[in-house]
């Protein structure tokens, strides 16, 4: 059984800073690459930044420069920065991975249970 555990959301007030943290456990042989979505009410889930085993990274357009993606292979864990934290950033987080269980298996895709973040104006 392989889990994807999200932490750090909270309300903060525009302007502010949060960190998001994701770890992943259970029977994992190969993590490859690791991502954050959000959903805010009404909209559709959209991918805000992701980040491969090596570490090359991609960001939505309307976090570039105010959002830092970063994972730590020893930990299963990735991490979400966000900086500079506007209204329109309030959603539900989520975070995904590819994970393969065996090194003959296929990679899933796994998701978290999602963690709020509210921003206030």
């Known amino acids: 059984q392989v889990q994807l555990v999200e932490s750090g959301g909270g309300l903060v007030q525009a302007g502010g800073s949060l960190r998001l943290s994701c770890a992943a456990s259970?029977?994992?042989?190969?993590?490859?690459?690791m991502g954050w979505y959000r959903q805010a009410p009404g909209k559709q889930r959209e991918l805000v930044a992701d980040?491969?085993?090596?570490?090359?990274?991609n960001y939505a357009d309307s976090v570039k420069g105010r959002f830092t993606i970063s994972r730590d292979n020893a930990k299963k864990s990735v991490y979400l920065q966000m900086n500079s934290l506007k209204p329109e950033d309030t959603a539900v987080y989520y975070c995904?991975?590819?994970?393969?269980?065996?090194?003959?298996?296929?990679?899933?895709?796994?998701w978290g249970q999602g963690t709020q973040v509210t921003v206030s104006s």
């Open positions: 980040i491969t085993r090596g570490g090359s990274t």
């Open positions: 259970g029977s994992i042989f190969s993590i490859n690459a």
């Open positions: 995904a991975a590819g994970i393969r269980k065996k090194s003959y298996g296929p990679e899933n895709n796994y």
